[in-house]
């Protein structure tokens, strides 16, 4: 890190963090690595990038630290990023995480 982030590191710093959360149940450091990749790609402005984190994020970080219907509006936005940049496997992963989700906190899924 003696010369900085580059704005692939935000790619590699979730995953890191589902280790860390895994292995370790340290939750608040891998939470942190995942707002850090958060704020790596609004940095960088990696457009190509930021559906694919922010479902990582919402998907096996957030989800640990935070209850699941505050996780809904991170797969939305991730949803919409995947959408707008033809990133097909990140808006099926969003689309089956957002209805699990919302099963598991009791939200008629005809309603979706």
């Known amino acids: 890190m003696q010369y900085g982030n580059s704005p692939i590191y935000a790619f590699f710093y979730p995953p890191w963090g589902v280790v860390l959360n895994c292995e370790s149940q340290d939750i608040d450091s891998a939470n942190k ?3 850090l990749a958060l704020n ?3 940095m960088f402005n990696t457009k190509s ?3 694919r ?3 990582v994020v919402a998907a096996w970080l957030s989800d640990s630290k935070y209850h699941v219907r505050e996780t809904q509006a991170r797969f939305r936005e991730s949803y919409q990023s995947a959408l707008k940049n033809g990133d097909w496997e ?3 992963y969003c ?3 957002k209805s699990q989700y919302s099963y598991f906190v009791g939200q008629e899924l ?3």
Do not use: F, N, Q
Request: glycine letters at 14%; zero cysteines.
């Open 95 to 97: 689309e089956k995480h």
């Open 33 to 35: 690595l995942g707002e």
């Open 90 to 92: 990140v808006v099926g």
């Open 49 to 51: 990038l930021i559906g």
């Open 110 to 112: 005809t309603d979706l």
């Open 53 to 55: 984190i922010l479902y």
């Open 40 to 42: 790596l790609v609004s």
